[in-house]
Each structure stands twice: as C-alpha cells, then as structure tokens.
C-alpha cells in the first residue's frame, strides 16, 4: 500500500506564505516526478508545479517567481514554498507522484487527499 499525505495548508492573509510538504510511504521502490495540483471550487483541477527525480523543476505561469517545489529523495517528501499569495490562490492543493513499488513494476500515479489553503483578509 502506498499512501500520500499533505499537511500545511491553513488560512493565511493576502501578501502571506505558507509551505505545504507531501510524505510518502508505503511499498515504495522508487519515486519519479512528484508534482502539486490544485483545484478552486467550481473550477478545474490544475498543475501547479512538478519536479522530476533529478530536481528539473516546472511551474504553472500563474505561480512562477513566486512558488517553489523542492523535494527530499531520501525521505521521499516533496515541499511546495508559496509567497506572496492572493485569494485567487486559495484551493485545495494535492499531492501526485509517479513510483513504482518494486524493481519490475509499471510505473503509476498515486494522490493524497489534499491540503486546504485559504487566502483571505
């Protein structure tokens, strides 16, 4: 079983930061890109940020300059640094990333259930 948790979501006021990590656990064998998404209410879910298992990392244009995705292969984590939010920020942010869970096994994507951010005054 493999399992993904967020934490560090939270209300925060406009001009604010917050960090959001993701841990993963489980029957893990290796872990490939690992990205964040988030989804507004009543909108479409949306790809925030995504780093590969070398660190090459890529950003939504809405967040560039002003999010950053970083990870810890060796506790396989993956972080999400946000600055200078606005309420147009606010969603729920998850958590995705592709591993394998033994040296032969296909490659598959697994999601945690998510991590509230509200960006309000």
């Known amino acids: 079983q493999v399992q993904l948790v967020e934490s560090g979501g939270g209300l925060v006021q406009p001009g604010g930061s917050l960090k959001l990590s993701c841990a993963a656990s489980g029957s893990i064998f290796s872990i490939y890109t690992m990205r964040w998404y988030r989804q507004a209410p009543g909108k479409e879910r949306e790809l925030v940020a995504a780093i590969s298992i070398a660190g090459t990392t890529n950003y939504a244009g809405s967040v560039k300059g002003r999010f950053t995705i970083s990870r810890d292969n060796a506790k396989n984590t993956v972080h999400l640094s946000m600055d200078n939010l606005n309420p147009e920020d606010t969603a729920v942010y998850l958590c995705?990333?592709?591993?394998?869970?033994?040296?032969?096994?296909?490659?598959?994507?697994?999601w945690g259930k998510g991590t509230l951010v509200t960006v309000s005054s």
């Open positions: 995705n990333a592709d591993l394998t869970t033994g040296r032969y096994t296909p490659r598959k994507g697994y």
